[in-house]
């Protein structure tokens, strides 16, 4: 079994004004693994994606983050609209102090991958959501993160937008092989495209159920019609809508894998 | 990743060709340049118009000083080439004294609301002392200038300054202010200190913001200058200076002329102003695009 790269030991929250976002959660995820974490609106998925980054603190348990280089993709691209795609996926590089024939080289390399080297030298308000987003993913990419934390990346998008970046975002983990955290609310999306699907209950949020997803990767995108992937997610659905514990799978052994 | 596909998929056709048949919602290049001036230039009409029948129709020809019609103005003004050698050269100390004061106002103004997005307290303890300047009457504290710098050129751009500093620190501050949440958070993350946050951050974001304190006080600082002449008569005489010359002495064409022609240096002052904010921020920002071009 691989090393967890993050933990989260009963991890509580609550805010200034007295809002509890989460009681006492327990999840790790181990190297090259790809989690996904569903719940309903307000449960704290967004804040448990803060206090790995470090964005946030726990006001109870621990985190630890076994490596610094973390990737964190939020809900919006989080473009800077004065500069070019380009500049833009340079900007995590430039920050981090990067001579700058590194930080092109980085760039090129990740704007290639996600598909947009013919849009290199366009501002953001020349693009559509969808590939404002794979500008965002590929300035993440730069960074070469061994951990990569998704706030709800597709939320946005209408759905063939989503399914379609679903698919890529599987082809960019099967040949990168990082560490996923991936908070969504769709319940399709999240047994689409990781191996564990966790599943919080309302605010304050707690793990209510952790499922394993059973498919090799790479996955096709016919996988969605299959009776299998239907069964999982419906599983995964009722443990959502019933707000109860999952008794068989609510403590899996951490960083199990079946691939 | 392929993205061929996405620029006319479901995700928005932004780079996609128009649609057929828009051509005839959209108005040709020469419908949308008349659409755009044709009103302003229906209004100046309409003023003329309004103009002439007062001089002619209202005004007996003993009283017609009081507002002498748009061709003895423009005869006596603009096309006397002794009148229009004094009006340029006191219009151009006009401009110097204003823009001095302008640019005074815009390090001040920027230093001060770059302080104040630094820290709170700063911002506590300098914005209401910005608004109280602002909201004390100009004309009340300008006799005070006199007697504090002399009654020259150094009063006169003082002026300028104090009435062009509000609008730049309040915009510049709004701009730095609006920054999203998740951009802060992006920094954060990367461990972006203060002053990369502002260089790379802050100030490009409030650019829009800050041309548009510019522009609204590029012409106050015009105002400024004129309001100064009326206080401060030492040294050489500029577009106020002469337009109250005039007013004592009953010229009123030529006193029409130097109020026309302050009026436009104001306007070219904000138009340059709206260009530049075009060339920076235009390509980026929606307030700074021409609204000529849909």
Same mark, same amino acid.
């Given at each position: 079994?691989?090393?967890?790269?993050?933990?989260?030991?009963?991890?509580?929250?609550?805010?200034?004004?007295? @809002?509890?976002?989460?009681?006492?959660?327990?999840? =790790?995820?181990? #190297?090259?693994?790809?989690?996904?974490?569903v719940?309903? #609106?307000g449960?704290?998925?967004?804040?448990?994606?803060?206090?790995? =980054?470090?964005? @946030?603190?726990?006001?109870?348990?621990?985190?630890?983050?076994?490596?610094?280089?973390?990737g964190?993709?939020?809900?919006?691209?989080?473009?800077?609209?004065?500069?070019?795609?380009?500049?833009?996926?340079?900007?995590?590089?430039?920050?981090?102090?990067?001579?700058?024939?590194?930080?092109?080289?980085?760039?090129?390399?990740?704007?290639?991958?996600v598909?947009?080297? !013919?849009f290199?030298h366009?501002r953001?308000?020349?693009?559509s959501?969808g590939?404002r987003?794979r500008? =965002?993913?590929?300035?993440?990419?730069t960074?070469?993160?061994?951990l990569?934390?998704? !706030?709800?990346?597709?939320g946005?998008?209408?759905?063939?937008?989503?399914?379609?970046?679903?698919?890529?975002?599987?082809?960019?983990? @099967?040949?990168q092989?990082f560490t996923?955290?991936?908070?969504?609310? #769709?319940? @399709?999306?999240?047994?689409?495209? =990781?191996?564990?699907?966790?599943?919080l209950?309302?605010?304050p949020?707690?793990v209510l159920? !952790?499922?394993?997803?059973?498919?090799?990767y790479p996955r096709?995108?016919?996988?969605?019609f299959?009776?299998?992937?239907?069964?999982?997610?419906?599983?995964?659905?009722?443990?959502?809508?019933?707000?109860?514990?999952?008794?068989?799978?609510?403590?899996?052994?951490r960083? #199990?894998?079946?691939? | 990743?392929?993205?061929?596909?996405?620029i006319?998929?479901p995700?928005?056709?932004?780079?996609? *060709?128009?649609?057929?048949g828009?051509?005839?919602?959209?108005?040709?290049?020469?419908?949308r340049?008349?659409?755009?001036?044709?009103p302003?230039?229906?209004?100046l009409?309409?003023?003329?118009g309004?103009?002439?029948?007062i001089?002619?129709?209202?005004?007996?020809?003993q009283?017609?000083?009081l507002l002498?019609?748009?061709?003895?103005?423009?005869?006596?003004?603009?096309?006397?080439?002794?009148?229009l050698?004094e009006?340029?050269?006191?219009?151009?100390?006009?401009?110097?004294?204003?823009m001095?004061?302008?640019?005074i106002?815009?390090v001040i103004?920027?230093?001060?609301?770059?302080?104040?997005s630094?820290?709170?307290?700063?911002?506590?303890?300098? &914005?209401?002392?910005? +608004?109280?300047?602002?909201?004390?009457?100009?004309?009340?504290?300008v006799?005070?200038?006199?007697?504090?710098?002399?009654?020259?050129?150094?009063?006169?751009?003082?002026?300028?300054?104090?009435?062009?500093l509000f609008p730049?620190?309040?915009?510049?501050?709004?701009?730095?202010?609006?920054?999203?949440?998740?951009?802060?958070?992006?920094?954060?993350?990367?461990?972006?200190?203060?002053?990369?946050?502002?260089?790379?951050?802050? %100030?490009?974001? *409030?650019?829009?913001?800050?041309?548009?304190?510019?522009?609204?006080?590029?012409?106050?600082?015009?105002i400024? *200058?004129?309001v100064?002449?009326? &206080?401060?008569?030492?040294?050489?005489?500029?577009?106020?200076? %002469?337009?109250?010359?005039?007013?004592?002495?009953?010229?009123?064409e030529?006193?029409?002329s *130097?109020?026309?022609?302050?009026?436009l240096?104001? +306007?070219l002052?904000?138009w340059?102003?709206?260009f530049?904010?075009?060339?920076?921020?235009?390509?980026w920002?929606?307030?700074?695009?021409?609204?000529?071009?849909?």
């Open positions: 079994m691989a090393k967890p790269v993050l933990t989260f030991d009963h991890v509580s929250k609550r805010f200034d004004d007295g @809002t509890v976002a989460l009681a006492g959660v327990d999840l =790790s995820v181990a #190297s090259g693994e790809f989690v996904s974490v719940g309903p #609106s449960c704290g998925k967004s804040t448990l994606l803060r206090i790995a =980054s470090g964005l @946030t603190g726990v006001s109870d348990g621990a985190v630890l983050a076994r490596t610094d280089k973390i964190y993709v939020f809900q919006d691209p989080t473009l800077l609209p004065w500069r070019t795609v380009q500049a833009n996926v340079e900007l995590l590089t430039e920050l981090g102090g990067l001579p700058k024939a590194e930080r092109r080289r980085r760039a090129n390399e990740a704007i290639k991958l598909g947009l080297s !013919d290199a366009h953001p308000r020349a693009l959501g590939m987003m500008v =965002s993913l590929a300035r993440s990419l960074l070469q993160p061994e990569f934390l998704f !706030d709800e990346p597709f946005a998008l209408d759905e063939i937008t989503r399914e379609r970046l679903n698919d890529e975002l599987l082809q960019l983990y @099967t040949t092989r996923a955290l991936f908070v969504t609310h #769709s319940v @399709t999306e999240a047994v689409f495209v =990781s191996e564990r699907v966790v599943v209950s309302r605010r949020g707690q159920g !952790d499922f394993p997803v059973p498919f090799e096709p995108p016919g996988l969605r299959d009776e299998g992937f239907a069964h999982l997610a419906g599983e995964v659905s009722a443990c959502l809508r019933g707000g109860r514990r999952h008794a068989s799978q609510a403590s899996p052994p960083g #199990s894998t079946r691939r | 990743m392929s993205a061929d596909t996405e006319s998929g995700d928005g056709p932004t780079l996609a *060709a128009p649609l057929q828009a051509s005839r919602l959209v108005p040709s290049g020469r419908g340049w008349l659409s755009f001036w044709g302003p230039f229906v209004v009409l309409t003023v003329l309004l103009w002439y029948a001089s002619y129709l209202l005004l007996s020809p009283r017609r000083f002498p019609p748009p061709h003895a103005v423009l005869q006596v003004g603009f096309l006397d080439p002794f009148n050698r009006l340029l050269q006191a219009l151009w100390l006009s401009a110097r004294v204003a001095a004061g302008l640019s106002a815009i103004g920027m230093a001060l609301a770059i302080a104040m630094q820290a709170r307290w700063v911002e506590r303890s300098l &914005f209401p002392y910005a +608004v109280i300047l602002q909201t004390i009457p100009i004309l009340a504290l006799p005070l200038f006199g007697f504090w710098f002399g009654f020259g050129l150094t009063s006169r751009v003082l002026v300028c300054v104090l009435i062009a730049i620190i309040a915009d510049t501050l709004f701009g730095l202010r609006s920054v999203e949440q998740d951009h802060h958070d992006l920094f954060t993350l990367h461990d972006a200190g203060r002053l990369t946050r502002l260089w790379k951050l802050q %100030l490009p974001a *409030a650019l829009p913001a800050v041309f548009t304190g510019l522009r609204v006080s590029a012409g106050l600082s015009v400024g *200058a004129i100064g002449d009326f &206080f401060f008569k030492q040294g050489e005489p500029g577009i106020g200076i %002469l337009i109250d010359l005039y007013r004592s002495r009953l010229q009123s030529q006193m029409f *130097a109020i026309i022609l302050s009026s240096f104001g +306007v002052v904000f340059f102003f709206g530049l904010a075009r060339r920076v921020v235009g390509g920002h929606q307030s700074a695009r021409d609204p000529t071009v849909s």
